[in-house]
């Protein structure tokens, strides 16, 4: 389903460039082709049309740029008498490469080929094959199928089922443009509900989930829209609330347990951790801790105890978001970035105890007007603008500001400042035209990603398009023949460590765009093979960013290998490492995983994603660690972290504030089917 809307834009395919078919000969829309704008609260993003040949066949065409990622893309399918397609055919120009798929059924027997596997099946008529990738007309063609079966049912290719339930409906439009429409959720190929919007004769209308696709009379209604779907879904979080989580009516005694101790960066055996109203209000050797009478005793042997987990760098998606993390031993999440609106509403409805989700310091994300503008972004036009939009992020209680590429450099002192004068973390990208250490020396308190040091090494002659596609091939480009010692990147680094800069280098997000090839299953998703649904797991073997003519897939991984050498030095020198993925959150221990390889100790890798962001959001005192006085924000796991920093994955128990959660439950609640897989240490 368009690769679940948004992963598309993030996670998507890659081939070798002189596969794809040129968009120039993709085929033009006609005059009278439903037409569709992709638009965020950035701006517009592009553009989709969708219609019906002469030949009965069901065309898409959709054209998008996503800050400087640019997709061009065509299907054309025959459906068959219950609406099914009997084949389909898309072509088309991705960042990622060749988007080249195809599906055919003949004689009930179905074959298929994407860019990232290929398969059949028998006794295969009236099953939807649903496609790794594809413009949002094959969406279209599949939620019109589904409705218009009695049972809104619908049996799936490769694998599942989807079914549709009707949540409510919206009034839109003006005047002459005025109509009803109506939102189902739709469950069975994604691990959690998705929302989709139908006309009043249950054909696609529309789809907001951060990035819209909406008719163009109605262009603009995007917040409309989603404020409405998220207080429809919202709905249903209650109940999950009430369900998952269990206040203790006493203490709770986690006994014989080994102890993540990250205030001394070292892991203590045969421990005992003792929980009273949302505080920890003992902690040390087993042999001397005393359990209170009547206190729940929970055994820990085999297991080890650690401070509930942080992910630095969690867009969050929905409300499903919140098990999801808390599931993996997350009780704390830094948003660098989303819809502000959305983000309030997620807080207050937490606060009211409606919703399950970690503690979240959220950043308001602040960009220029251009064509490679971020999605969600608050857009500034003046450094008057600029400032307002710092103000407004203090007012809506936010920790931070995070800048972007198109936001003009000239502006970034006087922003800054005020962003200092208010207490606020700075960080973000770094705006196109300018090095990373003049970012550093304007006032950022923290770059984000690993691209961006490598980009304080690259040729000058890359900086005036590097809020484009430029930011990730110049450093796959370039990396791999940098010395880790070049007076450029050492200048950088020193100045990052004593000026106490922090670095969220989301290095799991660049392994993914610089290793696999298509069809590669990811080491970060391995484990969680087997457990969600087919076309999730799918899209786990999406392949790396394309590779350009004249380099190879060898090439970027030497550069990714820099990348990691680069990331030794950082943490060599001092500089404050954080944890976080920027994908869907399940990759979090594997970002401590590539830490190790880095050269962090076990110790200094689960520091990173629990006292160090602490430290960063200044609430070291309150959590972080395991310490008496704190808030009880823990995660009891099978295993031991110390040697096999994996262990992490097998959460069994998890406390936030002191409520305590079943991990298995957690899982469940999102869609996993069961617990990851156990994995050797990671080399």
């Given at each position: 389903?368009?690769?679940?809307?948004?992963?598309?834009?993030l996670?998507s395919?890659?081939?070798?460039?002189?596969?794809?078919?040129?968009k120039?000969?993709?085929?033009?829309?006609?005059?009278?082709?439903?037409?569709?704008?992709?638009?965020?609260?950035?701006?517009?993003h592009?553009?989709?049309?969708?219609?019906?040949?002469?030949?009965?066949?069901?065309?898409?065409?959709?054209?998008?740029?996503?800050?400087?990622?640019?997709?061009?893309?065509?299907?054309?399918?025959?459906?068959?008498?219950?609406?099914?397609?009997?084949?389909?055919?898309?072509?088309?120009?991705?960042?990622?490469?060749?988007?080249?798929?195809?599906?055919?059924?003949?004689?009930?027997?179905?074959?298929?080929?994407?860019?990232?596997?290929?398969?059949?099946?028998?006794d295969?008529?009236?099953?939807?094959?649903?496609?790794?990738?594809?413009?949002?007309?094959?969406?279209?063609?599949?939620?019109?199928?589904?409705?218009?079966?009695?049972?809104?049912?619908?049996?799936?290719?490769?694998?599942?089922?989807?079914?549709?339930?009707?949540?409510?409906?919206?009034?839109?439009?003006?005047?002459?443009?005025?109509?009803?429409?109506?939102?189902?959720?739709?469950t069975?190929?994604?691990?959690t509900p998705?929302p989709?919007?139908?006309?009043?004769?249950?054909?696609?209308?529309?789809?907001?989930?951060?990035?819209?696709?909406?008719?163009?009379?109605?262009?603009?209604?995007?917040?409309?829209?989603?404020?409405?779907?998220?207080?429809?879904?919202?709905?249903?979080?209650?109940?999950?609330?009430?369900?998952?989580?269990?206040?203790?009516p006493?203490?709770?005694?986690?006994?014989?347990?080994?102890?993540?101790?990250?205030?001394?960066?070292?892991?203590?055996?045969?421990?005992?951790?003792?929980?009273?109203?949302?505080k920890?209000?003992?902690?040390?050797?087993?042999s001397?801790?005393?359990?209170?009478?009547?206190?729940?005793v929970?055994?820990?042997?085999?297991?080890?105890?650690?401070?509930?987990?942080?992910?630095?760098?969690?867009?969050?998606?929905?409300?499903?978001?919140?098990?999801?993390?808390?599931?993996l031993?997350?009780?704390?999440?830094?948003?660098p970035?989303?819809?502000?609106?959305?983000?309030?509403?997620?807080?207050?409805?937490?606060?009211?105890?409606?919703?399950?989700?970690?503690?979240?310091?959220p950043?308001?994300?602040?960009d220029?007007?251009?064509?490679?503008?971020?999605?969600?972004?608050?857009?500034?036009?003046?450094?008057?603008?600029?400032?307002?939009?710092?103000?407004?992020?203090?007012?809506n209680?936010?920790?931070?500001?995070?800048?972007?590429?198109?936001?003009?450099?000239?502006?970034?002192?006087?922003?800054?400042?005020?962003?200092?004068?208010?207490?606020?973390?700075?960080?973000g990208?770094?705006p196109?035209?300018?090095?990373t250490?003049?970012?550093?020396?304007?006032?950022?308190?923290?770059?984000?990603?690993?691209?961006?040091?490598?980009?304080?090494?690259?040729?000058a002659?890359?900086?005036?398009?590097?809020?484009?596609?430029?930011?990730?091939e110049?450093?796959?480009?370039?990396?791999?023949?940098?010395?880790?010692?070049?007076?450029?990147?050492?200048?950088?680094i020193?100045?990052?460590?004593?000026?106490?800069?922090?670095?969220d280098?989301?290095?799991?997000?660049?392994?993914?765009?610089?290793?696999?090839?298509?069809?590669?299953?990811?080491?970060?998703?391995?484990?969680?093979?087997?457990?969600?649904?087919?076309?999730?797991?799918?899209?786990?073997?999406?392949?790396?960013f394309?590779?350009?003519?004249?380099?190879?897939?060898?090439?970027?991984?030497?550069?990714?290998?820099?990348?990691?050498?680069?990331?030794?030095?950082?943490?060599?020198?001092?500089?404050p490492?954080?944890?976080?993925?920027?994908?869907s959150?399940?990759?979090?221990?594997?970002?401590?995983?590539?830490?190790?390889?880095?050269?962090?100790?076990?110790?200094?890798?689960?520091?990173?994603?629990?006292?160090?962001?602490?430290?960063?959001?200044?609430?070291?005192?309150?959590?972080?660690?395991?310490?008496?006085?704190?808030?009880?924000?823990?995660?009891?796991?099978?295993?031991?972290?110390?040697?096999?920093?994996?262990?992490?994955?097998?959460?069994?128990?998890?406390?936030?504030?002191?409520?305590?959660?079943?991990?298995?439950?957690?899982?469940?609640?999102?869609?996993?089917?069961?617990?990851?897989k156990?994995?050797?240490?990671?080399?």
């Amino acid at each position: 389903m368009r690769q679940f809307l948004l992963f598309t834009a993030l996670c998507s395919v890659s081939a070798v460039l002189f596969a794809q078919t040129p968009k120039e000969q993709l085929v033009k829309p006609p005059a009278d082709a439903h037409h569709y704008v992709i638009e965020s609260t950035g701006g517009k993003h592009g553009d989709s049309w969708m219609w019906v040949g002469a030949d009965g066949a069901y065309m898409g065409r959709e054209s998008m740029n996503l800050r400087g990622q640019v997709w061009d893309l065509e299907s054309n399918g025959k459906p068959g008498p219950a609406g099914a397609p009997l084949s389909l055919t898309i072509r088309g120009v991705t960042p990622q490469g060749d988007a080249a798929e195809s599906f055919v059924l003949a004689n009930g027997a179905a074959s298929w080929k994407s860019p990232i596997d290929k398969g059949s099946a028998e006794d295969a008529a009236n099953r939807f094959y649903l496609p790794f990738g594809g413009p949002m007309e094959v969406t279209a063609w599949f939620v019109d199928t589904l409705l218009a079966t009695p049972t809104h049912s619908l049996k799936l290719l490769p694998g599942g089922e989807a079914r549709a339930t009707r949540l409510t409906t919206l009034e839109v439009g003006q005047a002459t443009n005025r109509r009803t429409i109506t939102l189902w959720q739709v469950t069975g190929f994604n691990n959690t509900p998705v929302p989709v919007w139908t006309d009043a004769n249950n054909h696609f209308f529309a789809v907001a989930f951060g990035i819209g696709w909406l008719p163009d009379a109605y262009a603009g209604e995007l917040q409309h829209i989603e404020q409405a779907q998220t207080d429809a879904m919202a709905a249903q979080a209650p109940v999950l609330a009430k369900d998952l989580t269990k206040i203790p009516p006493a203490a709770v005694a986690f006994t014989h347990v080994k102890v993540f101790d990250a205030d001394g960066l070292r892991f203590l055996n045969d421990q005992s951790v003792i929980v009273n109203a949302g505080k920890i209000v003992a902690a040390g050797a087993a042999s001397s801790v005393v359990v209170p009478d009547g206190a729940q005793v929970i055994e820990g042997k085999g297991k080890t105890l650690v401070p509930g987990l942080w992910d630095c760098h969690m867009h969050v998606g929905d409300d499903y978001t919140g098990p999801q993390e808390l599931s993996l031993g997350v009780t704390s999440v830094r948003d660098p970035g989303n819809n502000d609106k959305l983000t309030i509403d997620r807080r207050t409805r937490a606060g009211e105890g409606k919703l399950l989700f970690p503690h979240v310091y959220p950043s308001s994300l602040i960009d220029g007007k251009g064509p490679f503008t971020a999605q969600v972004a608050n857009v500034a036009t003046s450094q008057d603008e600029a400032i307002a939009l710092v103000r407004k992020a203090k007012e809506n209680g936010f920790t931070g500001v995070k800048f972007y590429g198109t936001f003009n450099p000239a502006w970034l002192p006087a922003t800054i400042a005020e962003a200092h004068k208010l207490g606020l973390h700075v960080h973000g990208h770094i705006p196109a035209g300018i090095r990373t250490l003049e970012a550093v020396n304007d006032g950022y308190d923290e770059v984000t990603h690993i691209n961006w040091i490598v980009m304080q090494a690259v040729p000058a002659s890359v900086l005036p398009t590097d809020n484009g596609i430029g930011r990730f091939e110049a450093p796959g480009r370039y990396a791999k023949d940098m010395d880790v010692n070049d007076p450029a990147l050492t200048e950088l680094i020193s100045t990052m460590a004593s000026k106490h800069i922090y670095s969220d280098p989301t290095m799991v997000a660049f392994e993914g765009l610089y290793v696999p090839d298509n069809g590669d299953l990811s080491p970060a998703y391995a484990p969680f093979v087997g457990t969600l649904p087919v076309m999730v797991e799918r899209n786990f073997r999406s392949g790396g960013f394309a590779v350009p003519k004249d380099l190879t897939r060898a090439d970027y991984r030497a550069s990714w290998a820099k990348m990691i050498q680069i990331l030794t030095k950082m943490h060599q020198a001092g500089i404050p490492i954080i944890a976080g993925t920027d994908g869907s959150g399940i990759e979090i221990i594997h970002e401590l995983e590539i830490y190790e390889q880095a050269g962090f100790t076990p110790a200094e890798a689960l520091a990173s994603a629990t006292i160090v962001p602490a430290t960063l959001v200044g609430q070291q005192a309150h959590t972080g660690s395991i310490k008496v006085g704190k808030t009880a924000d823990l995660a009891l796991v099978e295993g031991d972290p110390e040697k096999t920093i994996g262990d992490l994955r097998q959460t069994r128990v998890v406390m936030l504030d002191g409520k305590l959660l079943d991990a298995d439950a957690l899982r469940q609640s999102v869609g996993f089917s069961g617990r990851p897989k156990a994995v050797p240490a990671f080399k």
